[in-house]
């Protein structure tokens, strides 16, 4: 376990997990919905890598502000022969260069024409970016007065419009000074703290550039009461780089989707929720209950993903933990997980999945159909950031199979797909990550770069079909680093079902202590088999379903320390094992057809992933052996089912791709009523 970069711990009913903890932003709350819930409709649905502002409820960004002190202080030399405020120039100049197009982007000077402490003037209003008018706004600025700053974010925070009606919309002010406020009127501190409430939608991030003690106070405490972030630039390259980082935080929060909802503290209030995609808030220490109508056969999966503001102060502990319960007199546990940080370094994104499944001979306490609960509770230290965390929910169902139809035994083994395994080579391509699971960047086999920002997750898919094994590596090069001394960070991975189960890390080394040296992370899944719905084995629970699965790779908060650049540089491998079988029926053929056969080509599937010499005649009368597969001749003959599985899903990103598949994995997603209308698929903590 490395230094300060441990993975989160994730405990499961069934089993105990290591998971990351990844990802980033936030949205505004909206009103509860009355009555039941439903799923969002189709037409609301997002395609993958939108842009900021298309579409209602998708959590983009509503704006960046940028507050720069222009008073006289400013113009003191930097140490470099220039000023200071030269110098903030450059570095603003190269964080707007590092900004999506059209990200709405504004800037507000203080202290730049008088020495009147009512000086602060909106000199570009947020709107869709344009560099040129920003730069042009940039040159005109002082330096000439005094330190207005609690005056410059009071009227910073009206600067930035509101979300639009039924969006979420996150909001950042992004203050640089150079030392305290000298003016009379609020504390800057105070003012920070009203402005950003509860921490949902706005939060403000500070950057001290050459500062002293009382300075660098000032701005820290702004930062925690905003919710936000303290960078410290010591010289001009060292705030180019952190206004990039912080800017680009901004801008690539995790994009939410889903219809507003709201949790009850006590379980009996829970609103109803129909299959879909759900947005709430959680507070610490807070418990949200949520219900559900399961019926006596379909597997149910509800997952939780928060995403609370990258690197604010956290405890490794702090976390969520869930618990999904029937309504008897005496309700009965069916399931129950958690997700913590693991890391003291900062938050990141938090995701985890409670699951319903029905035995596989019936008779189970939790196979009876009726009203379940799943209640949500946040745990956090005293010391911890006190922000409301946006919380989005999934709710999916996925139907049994279809009688006659016997499902293909459980496949528990890495097989040939374990670590050590070749991987893609030659030259990677590039490719932008997505913010999280809604916009995530479908990646085939082969050899992909990204970039990644202290506090950042990027978020990848890859479609997995029945029998197949994902299996990818994670590589950090050479790096320049910053003379830090004994500074220590991580890199981290996880890996989701598409469901957004945590994939176990199994024999796989998923994080490693990064001090800015070449370092590799890996992670893989045993084969997609119905049947390993029934094992407990953490690689092999949650992969019952062929979809697409997500990878996310996460750089720890305090790579702020280490990375010279301001952001690092990581290439993926990625590889899909095995050949894509037609169903999850025993024998199915190869999705492609031939005249193969199919039962031949199924048990060889099985004995490269590990399940045991004999595993070539399992058929549902005489699996009672067979290594790693944990069945019985009763219990498999049991399991009668259908040619595919139907996952029911709202608000799931590709739906319209995975159709003109042909459907082949079965999964679907609900139209308007909530009923099945389209094929989809659907990190960590």
Not at 162 to 173: L, N, V
Not at 657 to 670: D, E, I, K, S, Y
Request: negative net charge; charged residues 20%.
């Amino acid at each position: 376990m490395p230094d300060g970069g441990a993975a989160g711990a994730v405990r499961n009913g069934r089993t105990r997990l290591r998971t990351a903890a990844v990802g980033l932003g936030a949205f505004l709350l909206l009103a509860p919905a009355p009555g039941t819930a439903h799923a969002a409709p189709a037409e609301r649905l997002l395609p993958a890598q939108q842009e900021p502002g298309d579409g209602a409820g998708s959590g983009d960004a509503t704006g960046l502000l940028m507050v720069l002190d222009a008073s006289g202080s400013m113009a003191e030399d930097d140490g470099s022969g220039g000023t200071r405020m030269a110098a903030a120039r450059e570095a603003l100049s190269t964080a707007v260069d590092a900004l999506p197009d059209d990200h709405p982007t504004g800037l507000r000077l203080f202290g730049s024409e008088s020495s009147s402490c009512t000086d602060t003037t909106l000199a570009h209003p947020v709107q869709p970016l344009d560099r040129d008018a920003l730069r042009d706004a940039l040159g005109e600025a002082g330096p000439t007065g005094n330190t207005p700053t609690g005056l410059a974010l009071q009227r910073a925070a009206d600067d930035l419009p509101d979300p639009p009606a039924g969006d979420f919309g996150r909001r950042t002010i992004l203050l640089v000074s150079d030392g305290e406020s000298n003016c009379d009127g609020p504390p800057p501190c105070e003012v920070a703290s009203e402005l950003v409430g509860n921490g949902v939608g706005l939060r403000i991030d500070t950057v001290g550039f050459q500062i002293g003690d009382e300075g660098r106070a000032e701005l820290e405490c702004i930062a925690e009461a905003g919710h936000g972030t303290y960078y410290d630039a010591p010289d001009g390259e060292a705030l180019g780089r952190e206004l990039e980082r912080a800017a680009l935080l901004s801008a690539d929060g995790y994009r939410f989707e889903g219809e507003p909802v709201e949790g009850t503290a006590d379980p009996k209030d829970a609103p109803l929720l129909a299959p879909g995609q759900y947005l709430d808030t959680i507070g610490p220490g807070e418990a949200r209950s949520y219900a559900v109508e399961l019926d006596a056969a379909s597997a149910a999966d509800v997952s939780v993903t928060a995403a609370p503001h990258p690197g604010v102060a956290v405890d490794r502990r702090d976390g969520l933990t869930l618990l999904l319960e029937d309504t008897g007199e005496r309700p009965r546990r069916c399931d129950s997980a958690d997700a913590a940080f693991g890391s003291d370094e900062g938050a990141m994104v938090l995701t985890q999945t409670v699951s319903r499944i029905p035995s596989a001979g019936g008779g189970a306490a939790c196979d009876e159909a009726g009203r379940h609960t799943v209640t949500v509770t946040r745990e956090s230290a005293a010391e911890s950031d006190t922000a409301h965390w946006p919380v989005e929910l999934r709710f999916t169902l996925e139907e049994p199979l279809a009688e006659g139809v016997r499902p293909a035994a459980s496949a528990t083994g890495y097989g040939a797909a374990g670590p050590g395994a070749d991987l893609p080579t030659g030259e990677p391509e590039d490719v932008a990550g997505g913010t999280g699971f809604n916009d995530a960047a479908e990646l085939g086999p082969g050899a992909w770069r990204d970039r990644l920002l202290p506090a950042q997750t990027r978020w990848f898919k890859v479609p997995v079909g029945w029998g197949q094994q994902l299996r990818y590596r994670v590589e950090i090069g050479n790096e320049p680093t910053r003379e830090t001394g004994s500074a220590s960070s991580y890199v981290r991975t996880a890996a989701y079902a598409p469901h957004r189960a945590p994939i176990g890390r199994g024999e796989f080394t998923v994080d490693r202590a990064y001090r800015g040296e070449p370092l590799a992370v890996e992670l893989g899944t045993v084969p997609v088999t119905w049947t390993n719905r029934y094992e407990s084995g953490a690689a092999a629970s949650p992969v019952r379903v062929g979809g697409d699965y997500y990878i996310a790779v996460s750089l720890g908060p305090e790579a702020v320390a280490i990375a010279r650049n301001a952001a690092v540089g990581v290439v993926l491998r990625v590889d899909v094992v095995g050949e894509e079988l037609s169903g999850p029926e025993h024998g199915a053929p190869p999705l492609a057809g031939g005249d193969g056969d199919g039962d031949a080509d199924a048990s060889a599937d099985a004995d490269a992933a590990g399940a045991g010499p004999d595993d070539d005649s399992v058929t549902a009368a005489d699996s009672a052996e067979g290594d790693g597969a944990g069945w019985t001749g009763p219990l498999l003959a049991a399991l009668s089912g259908a040619a595919g599985v139907l996952l029911v899903a709202a608000a799931v990103v590709g739906t319209s791709r995975l159709r003109q598949r042909g459907g082949h994995n079965g999964l679907v997603a609900p139209g308007p009523g909530g009923d099945g209308g389209g094929t989809g698929g659907g990190a960590a903590t």
